[in-house]
Nanobody
Framework: QVQLVESGGGLVQAGGSLRLSCAAS????????MGWFRQAPGQQREFVAA????????YYTDSVKGRFTIPRDNAKNTVYLQMNSLKPEDTAVYYC?????????????????WGQGTQVTVSA
């Protein structure tokens, strides 16, 4: 069982930056691929970024490439989402998720555990 707790959300102006953190419980964190997803009001939850268990592979949705990165620190059981050059369309609740298979997947169905989410609001 893995429990995930996101933090770091908030209100930021367009062009600004935020770093989200996702802290995981359990001693097997390093075996999981981790992903970030987001859900805007009235929209489906969509993939943002993912990183494989050892950090060797990362995957980003096109709309955040060059602006977001997804580093992980296995010693701290934490994955991050560094978000730069934020846009109003990035406004959403951001969720982290853990995939026991270990590869970086963009598919919601591949993830076994989810956090509760953290709100990110980008003002114009």
């Amino acid at each position: 069982q893995v429990q995930l707790v996101e933090s770091g959300g908030g209100l930021v102006q367009a062009g600004g930056s935020l770093r989200l953190s996702c802290a995981a419980s359990g001693r097997t964190f390093s075996r999981y691929a981790m992903g970030w997803f987001r859900q805007a009001p009235g929209q489906q939850r969509e993939f943002v970024a993912a990183i494989s268990w050892n950090g060797g592979n990362t995957y980003y949705t096109d709309s955040v490439k060059g602006r977001f990165t997804i580093p992980r620190d296995n010693a701290k059981n934490t994955v991050y989402l560094q978000m730069n050059s934020l846009k109003p369309e990035d406004t959403a609740v951001y969720y982290c998720a853990a995939d026991a298979f270990g590869l970086a997947s963009p598919l919601k169905g591949d993830y076994d555990y989810w956090g509760q989410g953290t709100q990110v609001t980008v003002s114009a």
